[in-house]
């Protein structure tokens, strides 16, 4: 701490430390010269002399200097003066650079605000929110700096059959559809979601009920639809004789089988998801395109005693397995906390 405090008290007086060793270093090179002079050497040779033994001046100087002040705080403070006296000189540029770094932090600021308020936080309508982690790949393997991604189709079934530590494991994607017939048929957002979506995350379902297991069956899933509860309001009064009817999705009817919570319906205004889609029905929707492989964003609940680093030590194991699409391995896992959304599924 008095090393510390020393350092600072140069730094105040910085110009009354730099003259009294001045003076200092140029006692020592006189005080040389006069013994040399005593001696019987020539004055003009002396003080010639004088200044060989002390050396470089300047590097005397600023060895002195060291002792008082870090190398690296000074040369930031000379790099910062130098940078203000720029500035003021220049006003018109000072103004520019002030006004885009004000734009910078404002648009940094909002960005993080709005990721805080709509992302990152808790699902409203999750039963037992804080037990539900999410879980994102980083990658690829030498590849730079790596992305947060969501994983391939078969990395999420690896998951969700090997984890231990989560109890259970879902599986969602967003995807734009088109409700009705003909010219009146609307793009609507729909949320993909594995069979056990609702009995997972403890999403109610009223009326009606959620997915199981047997409508998800790749190949042969049920076309069937949960509708979010703003929607069901707004399409469909209301009407609790919705369940049991059919409704055309991409031209491919599809019965509705139950109402999701009003909670978890309005946690995702930003994405506007209006049903919910078993997974495996991507195929009907999408005949003609090849069987999705990538890229479905996944949840998982903590198995009863199970900690997020224990989650996270468990799947960054299983995630040295995984191949992405390209060919490429991950450079590894993310488990976050209930940060998990209904975003749209990363490609």
Known sequence: MRELLRRVWYVIRQRRFERDLAEEIECHRWLSQRELEQNGMPSADAQQEARRAIGNITLAREDSRGVWIW???????????????????????????????ATVIGLHTTLVTVIAGVVLRPWPGVQDAGRV??????????????????????AYHTVAERARSLSGVVATRAEEVRVGTGDSARSTQALLVTGNFFEVLGIGVAPGRGFNADEDRPGRAEPVAVLAYDYWQSHFGGDPAIIGTSVRINE???????????????????YGIQLFLPLAAASQLRPHDPPMTCCVDVAGRLAAGATREQARAELDLLSREFVLPDGMRPRGIIVTGTEFALAPGSE
């Open 71 to 101: 190398p690296w705080l000074e040369s930031i403070w000379q790099d910062t003066a130098y940078a203000i006296r720029n500035l003021r000189r220049q006003p018109g540029f000072t103004a520019v650079v002030v006004m885009v770094l």
């Open 133 to 154: 982690v999410a879980v994102y790949l980083l990658g690829p393997a030498g590849g730079g700096a790596g992305f947060a991604a969501g994983l391939p189709i078969s």
């Open 252 to 270: 491919v009817p599809f019965t509705v089988v139950g109402v999701a919570s009003r909670d978890i319906s309005s946690a995702e205004p930003a």
